[in-house]
C-alpha cells in the first residue's frame, strides 16, 4: 500500500524560500510521475508540479519562475521549493502519486497535506 | 479563475441522484483523460473517477463518469450523508502543459 507523508515548516515569513519534503513509503519512485498540488483555506486545488524520478519536471506555467521540485531516489523523497512567497501562497500543499505509469492522467494517492501559513 | 468550470454547489434528498457537470476546452477535457476527486471535510482528496469513466478498487458503483466532447459529468446515485463532500474535476491540459482543476462543487445532501 503506497502512502505519502509531508514533511517541513509550518510558517514561513514573506519574501523566503518555502521547503517541502514527501516521504513515499510502500513503492519505488521509478515508473511514476510525482507531484505536488496545493488548495488555499476554503479555496480549490491549484497544481504545482511533477518530478520524474530521472529528473524530467512539469511546473505550473503561473508558478513556474519561483518552483523547483526535487527528487531524492536513494531516500524514496521528492521535494518542493517555492521562492519569495508571499500571503497568497499560504495552502495546505499534497503530495501525490501521478498516474498511470509514465503519464499524468491523474493523482492517486495523496499525502495527507500539510498546512503552510506565510506570515511575518 | 479555474480553467475547468463546475457549479460551486449542487444538494439532493438521500437515496436520489445527482449529477455535477464540469466544463472545459478542446486542449484539456476535448483532447485528454478527465479525473473526478471526492474531498470529505477536513481530509485530502481521494481519486473517484479515472480515465473519463473507470472507478479505482473499493469505490461503489453508485458513483459513475461520463465525458462528452469538451465536458464531463460526475454521477452519484442512492445519495448518502457520507457523500457530503466537495468534488472537484481534473484534467490534463495540452496548450498549457499542466493538468488544470475545477473550482470545485459542494455537494449536500439534504
Known amino acids: 500500500q503506497v502512502q505519502l507523508q509531508e514533511s517541513g515548516p509550518g510558517l514561513v515569513k514573506p519574501s523566503e524560500t518555502l521547503s517541502l519534503t514527501c516521504t513515499v513509503s510502500g513503492d519505488s519512485l521509478t515508473n511514476y510521475y510525482w507531484s505536488w498540488i496545493r488548495q488555499p483555506p476554503g479555496k480549490g486545488l491549484e497544481y504545482i508540479g511533477f518530478i520524474y524520478y530521472g529528473g524530467t519536471t512539469n511546473y505550473n506555467p503561473s508558478l513556474k519562475s519561483r518552483v523547483t521540485i526535487s527528487v531524492a531516489t536513494s531516500k524514496n523523497q521528492f521535494s518542493l521549493k517555492l521562492t519569495s512567497v508571499t500571503a497568497a501562497d499560504s495552502a495546505v500543499y499534497y503530495c501525490a502519486r501521478a498516474l498511470p505509469p509514465g503519464e499524468v492522467n491523474c493523482f492517486d494517492p495523496w499525502g495527507q497535506g500539510t498546512l503552510v501559513t506565510v506570515s511575518s | 479563475q479555474s480553467m475547468l468550470t463546475q457549479p460551486p454547489s449542487v444538494s439532493a434528498a438521500p437515496g436520489q441522484k445527482v449529477t455535477i457537470s464540469c466544463s472545459g476546452s478542446?486542449?484539456?477535457?476535448?483532447?485528454?483523460?478527465v479525473a473526478w476527486y471526492q474531498q470529505l471535510p477536513g481530509t485530502a482528496p481521494k481519486l473517484l473517477i479515472y480515465d473519463n469513466n473507470k472507478r479505482p478498487s473499493g469505490i461503489p458503483d453508485r458513483f459513475s463518469g461520463s465525458k462528452s466532447g469538451t465536458s464531463a459529468t460526475l454521477g452519484i446515485t442512492g445519495l448518502q450523508t457520507g457523500d457530503e463532500a466537495d468534488y472537484y474535476c481534473g484534467a490534463w491540459d495540452s496548450s498549457l502543459f499542466a493538468v488544470v482543476f475545477g473550482g470545485g462543487t459542494k455537494l449536500t445532501v439534504l
Open positions: 478542446s486542449s484539456n477535457i476535448g483532447d485528454n483523460y
